[in-house]
């Protein structure tokens, strides 16, 4: 092969352009020279021999698929123990829906949180191996909460951008962890402009910015766990949260790579793409059957994580929606806080709001046909509900106060017929 794999680096891997293919040696750039078009990592996957045994006791977090991930030397690993999360099988809810064989992966048990940890334990390990001074990103509040736990665990000095107007709890958690907070009036597209103009002032690795190609990738372990939890039979279909359109990309890419490496047997996930009605702008060009993506000015939704208006990457998600026979579905606030609900009642897991805009999106597409009750489908569940505990908080009943007596538990008890 040609100078295209990095020169005397272990692992073979290259950046390719997404719209004009060029290549380019693994190094910190991020798009195109030609065409300014996005770069992805291409790995030569023939060289890897790679079975379904291999990972046996490998370490149960996202950097046993670590030839899989563009990291050359171990060392330089972020780790706080991201992925390798729990996938239920969620008989309850499936039953309630008219599903057979439903799923949660439960990525609301990350280190911060949120699958966040995924592609930010990737990128923050990157960007010490190009040995970058510091890292940071531009968020809806998750990804900050990421990028500031690894920045800390890396040593290294962290700068978020983030509407004010995220939540609360993820403000307190971003500061914990001593990343200095920029808290932009605007929207997060207004946070991500300024964030791409001050990373090239000021040389820092931003995770979402111009760490973006190797950021993604981490996330793709989504798909490889979940194929993995699943014996190596891939589902038939999955249910995405979006904002960006890039985790959506990414568990495609990871089950694309696994068929390459014949380790599952066929890429047919139908890819579905659930986002909330106030900003909804990849799921509104599929319903309208449009190629492009028009992007929303003001967002306006409880699910703060997923209020992207101009989303990067959503052109390629649109894309990969239609060729895998995926569909896209909206949730309003008021069915997002259902499925919040929903999702916690059946199978005792409590989700940010990005949750319940899946399960209510689930809801919708088994009741339109858009899924079969026999589909054995997987719900990705990204953040945790303890994170945004104003979502639902307003409309739950306040307990009823007694005093510590027999006779006043029993009024109350007789009153809610034993449920209370
Ligand atoms: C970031 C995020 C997503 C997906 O975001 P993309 O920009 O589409 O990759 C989904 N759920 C939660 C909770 C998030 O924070
Ligand atoms: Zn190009």
Redesign the pocket.
């Known amino acids: 092969m040609t100078a295209k794999w990095g020169v005397g680096l272990e692992k073979k891997i290259f950046l390719k352009c997404r719209e004009c293919g060029r290549e380019y040696p693994p190094v910190r750039l991020y798009a195109c020279e030609d065409c300014f078009g996005p770069l992805e990592v291409v790995y030569d996957l023939d060289s890897l021999s790679l079975r379904r045994s291999s990972f046996e006791g490998k370490p149960k977090n996202l950097w046993r698929y670590f030839e899989l991930l563009p990291i050359n030397d171990k060392a330089n690993i972020v780790n706080l123990e991201a992925g390798y999360t729990i996938l239920h099988k969620s008989s309850r809810l499936a039953e309630m829906l008219g599903l057979k064989n439903l799923y949660i992966k439960d990525d609301t048990v990350n280190p911060t949180y949120?699958?966040?940890d995924r592609p930010t334990s990737v990128a923050v390990s990157k960007a010490l191996e190009f040995g970058v001074q510091a890292v940071g990103c531009a968020s809806?509040?998750?990804?900050a909460c990421a990028t500031a736990a690894h920045a800390a665990k890396a040593g290294l000095p962290c700068y978020v951008f983030v509407p004010s107007d995220i939540e609360m709890n993820k403000i307190v958690q971003i500061s914990v962890y001593g990343a200095r907070i920029v808290a932009i009036k605007g929207t997060y597209d207004d946070a991500n402009t300024l964030a791409a103009q001050a990373c090239e002032t000021y040389g820092w690795a931003l995770v979402n910015i111009n760490m973006r190609p190797y950021y993604v990738e981490g996330?793709k372990t989504l798909a490889f766990e979940v194929c993995e939890q699943l014996n190596w039979e891939p589902p038939d279909h999955v249910i995405v949260?979006?904002?960006?359109?890039?985790?959506?990309c990414a568990i495609a890419k990871g089950f694309e790579e696994l068929h390459r490496l014949g380790l599952i047997s066929r890429n047919d996930v139908r890819i579905s793409s659930a986002q909330p009605a106030g900003c909804a702008p990849i799921v509104s060009a599929f319903k309208a059957g449009s190629l492009e993506v028009t992007p929303i000015e003001h967002p306006e939704t409880i699910a703060k994580?997923?209020a992207?208006g101009d989303?990067a990457d959503g052109v390629y998600a649109l894309k990969t929606i239609r060729e895998s026979g995926g569909v896209g579905e909206d949730a309003t606030d008021e069915e997002i806080s259902e499925g919040v609900q929903l999702l916690a009642k059946t199978e005792g897991v409590f989700a940010?709001p990005?949750g319940g805009v899946v399960i209510a999106a689930l809801k919708k597409m088994v009741e339109q046909g858009d899924i079969q009750p026999d589909e054995r489908v997987v719900c990705y569940i990204?953040?945790n509900g303890l994170k945004t505990p104003e979502a639902v908080s307003e409309i739950l009943a306040q307990p009823t106060e007694i005093e510590p007596r027999m006779d006043s538990l029993k009024n109350i008890i007789d009153l809610k017929g034993g449920e209370g």
Do not use: W
């Open positions: 949120s699958f966040k809806t509040g998750n990804l996330s949260p979006t904002a960006s359109g890039a985790l959506l994580s997923l992207i989303p940010e990005a990204t953040g």
